[in-house]
Structure formats: C-alpha cells, structure tokens
C-alpha cells in the first residue's frame, strides 16, 4: 500500500513489544511474548483491521481491473 520502511518499522514493534502474564491459581506466572497477533481487546486492532481491508479492496478492484475476479452481479 505504499506506507515508508519507518512507518512498517513502528508497527511491527508494537506488534512484538508486548508482553503477556496470566493468572494461575490466583497467581500470576513469569512474563513471555506472544508469538502471534495481537491481543484481545488491544485498541489498535480495529486500525490494523481497516488497513487490511483497504489492501484486499485494492487488489479486489485491480483483478476486476484486469477481469481475473468478477461478482455475481456484474459477470457477463
């Protein structure tokens, strides 16, 4: 989509920066880092949602651009 190397680089440190704790028994266990994702309920998700979804629209219209992909409605 076009974003610079120091505005990936921003994202992907928020993304593994984050450490995670649960409770056992009460108790909380040491820290570790996930492997994958974000976390439920992490407030950036929504945005990270939204720039995926501007991504597959783009690559939706441009394989309609060049009719590998058409919808039922507008097949001929």
């Given at each position: 989509m076009g974003?610079?190397?120091r505005w990936i680089g921003s994202i992907k440190e928020c993304l593994e920066s984050?450490?995670?704790s649960i409770?056992?028994?009460?108790?909380?266990?040491?820290?570790f880092f996930p492997t994958k994702g974000f976390?439920?309920?992490d407030p950036t998700t929504p945005f990270l949602f939204l720039i995926v979804a501007e991504g597959l629209a783009g690559m939706?219209?441009?394989a309609v651009k060049k009719k590998l992909y058409c919808g039922r409605i507008q097949c001929n």
């Open positions: 974003f610079c190397v984050s450490t995670i409770l056992v028994n009460g108790s909380p266990i040491k820290e976390r439920q309920g939706i219209r441009q």
